[in-house]
Structure formats: C-alpha cells, structure tokens
C-alpha cells in the first residue's frame, strides 16, 4: 500500500484567548494542534513533532490520540508549555498579543523519530527557519513539503527563507507576509516575486477573502465560504494548511486539479475551525459535515 | 424582437485625477459614462439621461455616440460640467478628493426621454435617492432595475433608500456602504440584513476581493480577476455594473444562472478599465478580448 503518512512540526501551546464572543483560559492551541487535527478527517497517519512541560493536560493527550495523531515526536519535557495569550477585537483581524511565554518552546530542537523520517508529506509549520530546514536534513526523501512562516522571520531571517523557499513544494504565507516577503503591494506581484526566487507554487491566504494559488503553471483564485459568525480565529490557517494537506495525501495525483481541490478543503476546514474556540468544533465534526459544506461551497462559487 | 434597451440614469463628468501612473487633468468621467460604455459591449441600445454644461468636449459626445449610445437623454446646458478631482495613493484604496463642482449637476433633475420609457433594462447610478424614486415613476414598465447609492445617502437619506430598496430588483453597494447601511460588520449579516429590510437580491462589491451576491434563494461569492497593474480604479464599480446590466439584457432568461455570469462579466469589464485613465482601454477593447477573458477568469476560478 502507498504511504501517504503526514509529517508535522510544529508548536502544540496554551492558548488565553479573549474574542467578542467570549473568553477561554488555557485551552489547546498552537500550529501543529490545529494542523494535525484537521489533516486527521483525511489521513489516519499523521504524526507531529512538538514539545511540551509537564504541566501539558493529559486530557490534551487522549484528544489528539483520539484523533489518531502519532505522538512519538511528541516530547513532554521539564518546564511549562508554550504559552500564548491574545485578545481579538471586534473586527477579529490580527489579535492583540497580551503576552507570548515560549517556555520548552525556546530551546525546541526538532527531532523526528526514526518511524516517520520517511514520511511522504510534510507540513513545517511555522518556526525558525533554520530548524524547519534542520528538520529537512533528517528526511528520506519527502514526496511533498508544505512550508509556513510568519512576519517575525520575515524580518529576522529574510536569507535563512529565501533559502528555505528553494527546497520546498509549496510556501505558505498570508496577505501581510506575501507583502513583507516581496516589497511590493499587488498580491499577484507578489506571488510572481516568490516564483522568481526559485519557490515551486506559493499559497497567499487572505482570511475571509479566500486564497491565491501561484505555480509555474497555473494560478487559482478561490474565496473564501461564506461564514456569518466567526467566533474564534486563531488556528485558521494552520487548520486550512492541515486539511490541505490532509486532501492531498490522500488524492491519486499530486497535480494542479488536485491542489485546487485541497485548497477549498483546507478553507472548508478553517471555516470549521473558527467557528468555536480551540478545536471545539473539530471535536464535533464528522467527515460527512466536511463533505456536506465542500458541495455547498460548489454551490456558492460555480457559475 | 425583444426590447434589449438599456436605460441609464447618472452623471457625466470631467475628472483630474492623480495615481502612482500618473495624472491626468478634465478626462471624460461619470457613473452614466463608465456604465454605459461598458454595456454597450453586450447591447446597443443603452440609453444615457444625465446632464453636461456648454464646456463640454464635443470629442467625448463623439466618443459616446461611437459606442453607439442613445444620447437622446444627455441635456447640454448653460453652465459648466460637473468636475470632480481626486488623488489615490499607492494602495489605490479610497481615493483622496481634492474638489467636487457639482455645477450643471447641481440642479439636475433627471427626465427620461419618450422613447426610453418603456427599456426595460434601468440602472439607477448613484445620484439621490429621492431622485432615483423619481425617474422610476417616469418609467412604464420596467423589467429589470439595478441600483447603486454611495456613503453620503446612506448617511443623509436613509429612508428614501430604505424605500428605494423594495421597488429595485439588485441593490449594489461597496463594502464599506454595505456596513455602513447595515450596522454591522460581517458580509454574510449585511446581505441578510438588506434582504430582510426588502430588497430581492444585493451585490457588495469587494473591489480586488471579488463580489458577493445574495438573492432569497441563493448565494454566490467569486474573486476578482487576477490583475498585476491597477492604473486607475476610478469608473471600476459603474463599469461592473454597466457590463452586469448589459450581460443580463442579452440573456435570455433572467434566473441565478445567468445572473452569476452577469456579475463575472461585470468583473471583466471592470478589470479593463482599471487598466488605463478614463475610458482609455475601453476604446481599445474588442468583445473578443472580453471573451477571452472571461475564458481566462474560468480557468482561474474552477477546480
């Protein structure tokens, strides 16, 4: 049987978080969370490489095994977990970072367990781009790497990405970062501006506006499903680029067609996401829910 | 055959206008011109009821009358044309004005021309509502009524739209209009929200973000076309709606279908004029580059 495991690194954190729809204290957060979680409606192999203290939840532990998560790379560790607390006002655009606690996060050094070196899909989430390309060198020959960043490497370590950029599939960022990454304002410039600078295919997400989608073949634009309550941003992203590449796995081909279709379950899975706190609603969600919206989202956007 | 006629009520202008591309002083502008022009790409019988002063260029007439437009309802009048100067900046949002002269337009008080009683095809460009009521009482047997309004009524004349609203068939506003008129921030609520104040269906432009359109039976949100060069954005919205109206009165049935493709070939349209000042790249635009590109709009939105 074809492998189509899934491979992610990222942060697994404690999130406070304040939106106008209420207010959560220590709830289950951070990239590789939300990306593992949402991968799982449609791979049962994904496994992530994170770190957290001792004083992680052990219920957090049972949600994501429930979920069929690999936690072999999964190191509990002396200390406390990451810690993020954020307050989005009403507009629920980029949250007010109320403190940021990187606690076991600080010294993470990525390690992949011998089991899952061989994996074929791979999501580095956002950190260091240096360890995201650490974490490179001990694969077996990836079949297809999905890259995030954020505006702090952006601006801290611009050649570090650039060279990042080069070895993988498909890099990730949002409107605000395509921007900082490019110098330049049009979202199509930017897009071409990273093409130029050696990426493969590059997503813009663009939050309620929906996702760009640039490769040297071809270009998509899809938007995004039509939501009127949006309790929770945080996560968004990361759930979008984990069913992403949850679909892809499992598609026949990796091939444009196949790509465009992975980007609207990646939006259909964030559209999710949001709709609670935490993983609240994913932890509601069956398959059947995702598929149900998938075609209301043809729907919506075929003419 | 059937009445295709087209009847457009707005404003004929002279705009200065400056970007990041460059500047150019009294160029032939107006919500009746950009809209007209823009349907006459799909019917030749679009009718204009506005109003210009004795300034006015007879080159523009000429321009017009090329497009084939009824000029029947454009009144020339002692005084000047309405002059309108604005400056946009590098991120081509909400341009700065530097000065509105109503002039002639002051006192304009639409009469339809005998003949353009009976089109039924009607665009109520922005101009008072009060007014738009009016020209709507003048007309026998309308079939299909497009409006759009701007900020200043919504805040001035709330209640004349409110009215307005239940008598039109499509109510078009912006993003910023939509909230404004609705009170509230989410796209999805304000579309609700202006269909149960009445109205059968609205459109919310987002500009580079596409549209959204919201009937009692449906909804539908597509992306904008792909554009890398935004000259000029002046025109963009009556040039999407002249080329909606003109699409829709070549269809033959009006259902969801044909009003989905409507709203993708206004989006075409108004992605041409952007391309240039005034209406520039209309004057060198052939049906077959609008074929094209909406061919091109497919290939980018599908999957």
Chains 1, 2 share one sequence.
Request: aromatic share 10%.
């Amino acid at each position: 049987m074809k492998d189509k495991r899934i491979l992610i690194i990222g942060s697994v954190a404690l999130d406070t978080i304040e939106t106008p729809f209420g207010k959560r204290d220590s709830i289950l957060g951070g990239s590789a969370t939300y990306s593992s979680v949402s991968a799982s409606f449609f791979n049962n192999g994904t496994g992530i490489v994170a770190v957290v203290g001792k004083d992680f939840p052990k219920k957090h532990i049972a949600t994501l095994r429930k979920k069929h998560i690999n936690l072999e790379g999964l190191k509990i560790v002396d200390g406390k977990t990451f810690r993020w607390a954020g307050n989005y006002t009403y507009d629920l655009h980029a949250p007010v970072t109320i403190f940021t606690h990187l606690n076991v996060f600080k010294d993470f050094i990525p390690e992949v367990p011998e089991g899952m070196k061989r994996a074929p899909f791979v999501f580095l989430a956002n950190i260091d781009p240096d360890l995201q390309e650490k974490v490179l060198s001990q694969l077996t020959g990836p079949k297809f790497i999905v890259c995030d960043t954020m505006n702090f490497w952006i601006d801290k370590k611009k050649a570090s990405l650039e060279r990042l950029l080069k070895k993988v599939d498909m890099f990730l960022v949002n409107e605000g970062e395509a921007r900082q990454f490019s110098g330049v304002k049009n979202l199509v410039s930017c897009g071409n501006y990273m093409l130029d600078k050696g990426a493969k295919a590059v997503i813009i997400k663009k939050g309620e506006h929906g996702v760009l989608y640039f490769s040297r073949r071809s270009r998509f634009s899809a938007p995004a499903y039509l939501l009127e309550t949006i309790c929770d941003p945080t996560g968004a992203g990361d759930t979008f680029a984990g069913g992403m590449i949850g679909y892809l796995s499992n598609a026949r081909k990796i091939n444009d067609n196949n790509i465009k279709k992975s980007l609207i379950y990646g939006s259909i899975m964030a559209s999710f996401v949001v709709e609670d706190f935490s993983i609240g609603r994913m932890n509601r969600l069956r398959r059947k829910d995702v598929d149900m919206r998938y075609k209301d989202f043809v729907g919506i956007t075929r003419f």
